[in-house]
């Protein structure tokens, strides 16, 4: 059996679009692990499944390239909203995912926007092993913690290139701590609308780019009085903007490319 699908990138954070809309769902987990191996499989940092909805254009289900699922990915999100925009011709879209409802831009310019909802704050919703503030984890380095519908932690660092993320990502990403695990984020301020940002990946490990984890960033940023509410999020693989008004959804906006398009022939 064969299996039809798109590959899609933004600021690098590589991902898989499956259109399954009008058909049955064969995604489990031993197929996303399968199709996310970079040697045997497709390879991404996510996997979207896009499927039927009654109140939104599609419903769309993601999946870590370790075979676990996740509520959210903004750089997928994205992804399939600018597939859906071309299709029906439109300059909005509205996507359901276990976030809730996403509705979806396109921008002067071409760059596609998601207000991806409120960030979570509170202990239970990250979520944390036990009642604390998340504004200042009793962590060596004191990160911030939010949820985006995902897990994140943030560092705010002095010097970026000292970090060394493929060290200290997978203990973060796996401090008890998080029950459920955790992303990792270590941002270096350049200024108030700028940073520099490095991501370890619950999940998939160090990568290029993430909607989401941008921002939790930005999020856990404004949350320490560093940054304004409209920032330039400067990943390895590039830049998207993030604005956040305290209080509200969170935006985020970037342009996406299609890299290539095939079949499995098997899965």
């Known amino acids: 059996m ?14 898989v679009i499956i259109d399954r809309r009008g058909q049955t769902d064969p995604i489990t987990s031993a197929v996303a692990r399968r199709l996310g191996d970079r040697n045997r499989g497709i390879g991404f940092n996510q996997l979207a499944v896009v ?15 370790d ?7 903004g750089s997928a999100t994205r992804g399939v909203a600018d ?11 509205v996507l359901r995912s276990n976030r809730g409802l996403l509705t979806c831009v396109r921008e002067e310019g071409g760059a ?8 979570s704050l509170d202990w239970q919703s990250v979520p944390l092993a036990e009642a604390m503030d998340t504004l200042n984890l009793p962590i060596a380095g004191s990160p911030v ?3 985006m519908g995902n897990p994140h932690c943030t560092f705010f660092v002095d010097d970026l290139s000292v ?4 060290e200290w990502g997978p203990r973060i990403e796996t401090d008890p701590l998080f029950p459920k695990k955790t992303n990792v984020h270590f941002v270096q301020v350049i200024d108030r609308s700028h940073i520099r940002l490095r991501i370890w990946e619950r999940g998939g490990g160090i990568a290029q780019g993430s909607g989401s984890c941008c921002c939790g960033a930005v999020v856990g940023g404004i949350r320490r009085g560093l940054l304004d509410e409209r920032v330039q999020v400067q990943c390895d693989g590039g830049t998207v903007s993030v604005q956040w008004d305290g209080s509200g959804g969170v ?12 079949t499995v022939a098997q899965y």
């Open 51 to 65: 499927l039927d909805c009654e109140d939104a254009a599609a419903r769309v289900v993601f999946w870590n390239p």
């Open 83 to 93: 597939t859906l925009m071309r299709e029906a011709g439109s300059s909005s879209v």
């Open 251 to 262: 935006i985020l906006s970037g342009r996406v490319e299609t890299v290539l398009q095939g």
């Open 67 to 73: 075979g676990s699922p996740l509520d959210t990915c």
């Open 163 to 166: 970090i060394d993320v493929a």
């Open 145 to 147: 913690a939010c949820s």
């Open 112 to 119: 596609i926007s998601v207000d991806m909802g409120k960030p």
């Open 2 to 15: 064969t299996l039809s699908f798109v590959k899609m990138h933004a600021h690098g954070d590589d991902f």
